[in-house]
């Protein structure tokens, strides 16, 4: 295979280029990690927009959602006109997405900016990580990647304390309004040092595969979420999840039929591809619940400031940080299924240690169960990802990542959905009757309805009834903590499915090392498009 050179010019200043790249993604992951220490500010009907616990997960879920069903879009689309141009296109939507998203004046417009922020975070990550393979040698490649990688774990970190400390001195929309300047600093440095390229040969658009994924997966996702608002068993609920099941079926047939798929779902026949996969998945499912429920738990059952609840959340960052260059050695020990496995498992442990929480448990307790699944997952992910590029070929690696990062976010998006609808069931359950019980609100099942969807509602109705309302302070921390333990189940649940699927189908060191293709070249696209791709430059 041959390739286009790098343009000496373009050579000299590929560190700055890198640079430029990584903060372009470091405000994308910064927004939501940012976004977990805002949550009962926004929730909050005085001091923020009296959003309730599925306004919420839809204000997570919708950039989410909309960011994984246009990451095969945005990349075919780059191809096409360009990387830089587009990247550029991202940043710019991702902007005023954040500046919508400050202003905001009802859930409902939040929402609707929060998806706008995910379609263009959508043309961010992968188009980074495609300039990185044109302006860097391969020998360089693998060390560029790596500091890209570790903008995420940097960003986990920064952005609860960023969070924090903006929520302690101003409103809740400067936790968006913050990216306003990182994206103009990002986007004049885009202009002044990044290069352009583009694929004379892309793939052709699929008009029907994209559009029914997005579909199927976001019907899927409010249908849980309307089940944990009016009961697992409604035929409301019941319907709208099965829709949006036929809808993925339907979207799995047309992806089988079509010659230029968004989705090769063919490549899921290779067991050790569909195991890596969803490791990753199940790994970003419990990690996501944990950090809806955790931001709760530490700001409305333990009455934590914003920023002490982002100070809280480093350990889980900082294992990461410390530990994922270290798995690549463990791996070459021991192979991937083991690796994998042990992280999980780890994983799986940390978690099920939050059935021992309770409202007055000692910090050290959560500092130590953070840190220990920040080790999992640095030990899960590195491993997966590796297995997931080996488990495809070579001219075939660009697709095995973009699928990947798509269901490392729908599982992320169903972690938010799946276990905050049981957190929402459940305390509803344990505050109906007791809300029933207060005069006040006796024979109104509207009120205690709404008082009983979160914590923080119920904590808003004692705050605006005084003294007398007291009463009801003990039996909401009860019944939030009973509800995160019904939730850390589901969390379990899955990490235990992941230790499974690592030990059953990821390959082991010696299968690996007989079958693993060349991917050195992680990010390449098919080789007939290669051999002709043109380097432009930008100056």
């Given at each position: 295979?041959?390739?286009?050179?790098?343009?000496?010019?373009?050579?000299?200043?590929?560190?700055?280029?890198l640079g430029v790249l990584v903060l372009s993604l470091l405000v994308v992951v910064l927004d939501s990690s940012i976004l977990n220490v805002a949550l009962k500010t926004i929730a909050d009907p005085v001091r923020g927009l009296g959003a309730s616990e599925t306004d919420l997960e839809w204000a997570t879920n919708a950039y989410t959602l909309a960011f994984a069903g246009l990451l095969f879009t945005w990349g075919v689309l780059g191809d096409?006109?360009?990387?830089?141009?587009?990247?550029?296109?991202?940043?710019?939507?991702?902007?005023?997405?954040?500046?919508?998203?400050?202003?905001?004046?009802?859930?409902?417009?939040?929402?609707?900016?929060?998806?706008?922020?995910?379609?263009?975070?959508?043309?961010?990550?992968?188009?980074?990580?495609?300039?990185?393979?044109?302006?860097?040698?391969?020998?360089?490649?693998?060390?560029?990647?790596?500091?890209?990688?570790?903008?995420?774990?940097?960003?986990?970190?920064?952005?609860?304390?960023?969070?924090?400390?903006?929520?302690?001195?101003?409103?809740?929309?400067?936790?968006?309004?913050?990216?306003?300047?990182?994206?103009?600093?990002?986007?004049?440095?885009?202009?002044?040092?990044?290069?352009?390229?583009?694929?004379?040969?892309?793939?052709?658009?699929?008009?029907?595969?994209?559009?029914?994924?997005?579909?199927?997966?976001?019907?899927?996702?409010?249908?849980?979420?309307?089940?944990?608002?009016?009961?697992?068993?409604?035929?409301?609920?019941?319907?709208?999840?099965?829709?949006?099941?036929?809808?993925?079926?339907?979207?799995?047939?047309?992806?089988?039929?079509?010659?230029?798929?968004?989705?090769?779902?063919?490549?899921?026949?290779?067991?050790?591809?569909?195991?890596?996969?969803?490791?990753?998945?199940?790994?970003?499912?419990?990690?996501?619940?944990?950090?809806?429920?955790?931001?709760?738990?530490?700001?409305?059952?333990?009455?934590?400031?914003?920023?002490?609840?982002?100070?809280?959340?480093?350990?889980?960052?900082?294992?990461?940080?410390?530990?994922?260059?270290?798995?690549?050695?463990?791996?070459?020990?021991?192979?991937?299924?083991?690796?994998?496995?042990?992280?999980?498992?780890?994983?799986?442990?940390?978690?099920?240690?939050?059935?021992?929480?309770?409202?007055?448990?000692?910090?050290?307790?959560?500092?130590?169960?953070?840190?220990?699944?920040?080790?999992?997952?640095?030990?899960?992910?590195?491993?997966?990802?590796?297995?997931?590029?080996?488990?495809?070929?070579?001219?075939?690696?660009?697709?095995?990542?973009?699928?990947?990062?798509?269901?490392?976010?729908?599982?992320?998006?169903?972690?938010?959905?799946?276990?905050?609808?049981?957190?929402?069931?459940?305390?509803?359950?344990?505050?109906?009757?007791?809300?029933?019980?207060?005069?006040?609100?006796?024979?109104?099942?509207?009120?205690?309805?709404?008082?009983?969807?979160?914590?923080?509602?119920?904590?808003?109705?004692?705050?605006?009834?005084?003294?007398?309302?007291?009463?009801?302070?003990?039996?909401?921390?009860?019944?939030?903590?009973?509800?995160?333990?019904?939730?850390?189940?589901?969390?379990?649940?899955?990490g235990a499915l992941g230790v499974l699927i690592a030990l059953l189908w990821l390959p082991g060191r010696n299968a690996l090392s007989r079958s693993e293709p060349d991917t050195t070249d992680v990010t390449a696209a098919p080789t007939a498009a290669r051999t002709d791709e043109r380097v432009l430059l930008a100056d």
């Amino acid at each position: 295979m041959t390739t286009t050179a790098i343009d000496p010019s373009v050579h000299k200043r590929r560190w700055l280029i890198l640079g430029v790249l990584v903060l372009s993604l470091l405000v994308v992951v910064l927004d939501s990690s940012i976004l977990n220490v805002a949550l009962k500010t926004i929730a909050d009907p005085v001091r923020g927009l009296g959003a309730s616990e599925t306004d919420l997960e839809w204000a997570t879920n919708a950039y989410t959602l909309a960011f994984a069903g246009l990451l095969f879009t945005w990349g075919v689309l780059g191809d096409r006109i360009g990387r830089k141009k587009l990247l550029l296109i991202g940043m710019t939507v991702f902007g005023l997405g954040s500046l919508a998203s400050a202003y905001a004046q009802t859930p409902g417009d939040l929402i609707i900016a929060r998806i706008v922020m995910g379609v263009g975070g959508a043309a961010v990550m992968p188009t980074t990580l495609a300039i990185i393979s044109n302006v860097f040698e391969p020998k360089e490649r693998p060390k560029a990647i790596g500091i890209w990688s570790g903008a995420v774990g940097i960003a986990i970190a920064v952005g609860p304390i960023t969070g924090g400390v903006l929520l302690q001195h101003f409103w809740w929309g400067s936790v968006f309004l913050v990216n306003i300047p990182i994206v103009l600093l990002a986007v004049a440095l885009m202009l002044l040092l990044v290069p352009d390229s583009k694929n004379p040969a892309p793939g052709r658009f699929d008009p029907v595969g994209v559009p029914l994924s997005i579909a199927g997966i976001t019907a899927f996702v409010y249908g849980i979420i309307r089940a944990g608002d009016i009961g697992w068993l409604r035929p409301e609920a019941l319907g709208i999840i099965a829709a949006g099941v036929l809808l993925l079926i339907l979207f799995v047939l047309w992806e089988r039929r079509t010659d230029h798929p968004a989705l090769n779902v063919k490549l899921f026949r290779h067991k050790s591809f569909s195991a890596a996969v969803s490791v990753v998945g199940l790994v970003f499912l419990a990690l996501m619940g944990l950090t809806f429920f955790l931001s709760f738990y530490m700001q409305a059952v333990r009455g934590f400031s914003p920023l002490k609840c982002g100070l809280l959340l480093i350990p889980l960052a900082a294992a990461q940080l410390i530990f994922s260059s270290r798995s690549a050695a463990l791996v070459q020990r021991l192979g991937h299924k083991t690796v994998t496995a042990t992280g999980m498992a780890l994983v799986t442990l940390a978690l099920g240690s939050y059935f021992l929480v309770d409202a007055t448990t000692p910090i050290w307790h959560l500092e130590i169960a953070l840190f220990a699944m920040g080790t999992g997952m640095a030990n899960v992910m590195p491993p997966a990802t590796a297995a997931v590029m080996a488990s495809v070929p070579r001219e075939k690696a660009g697709e095995g990542s973009a699928i990947s990062n798509t269901v490392r976010q729908v599982g992320g998006a169903l972690g938010v959905a799946v276990l905050g609808s049981i957190l929402t069931s459940a305390y509803r359950g344990r505050m109906t009757p007791i809300l029933d019980a207060v005069p006040a609100l006796h024979s109104n099942p509207a009120t205690v309805k709404t008082l009983s969807g979160s914590i923080t509602a119920t904590q808003a109705f004692v705050e605006k009834a005084g003294p007398r309302a007291d009463a009801l302070v003990g039996p909401s921390n009860d019944a939030f903590v009973h509800a995160m333990h019904l939730a850390v189940a589901g969390s379990v649940a899955a990490g235990a499915l992941g230790v499974l699927i690592a030990l059953l189908w990821l390959p082991g060191r010696n299968a690996l090392s007989r079958s693993e293709p060349d991917t050195t070249d992680v990010t390449a696209a098919p080789t007939a498009a290669r051999t002709d791709e043109r380097v432009l430059l930008a100056d």
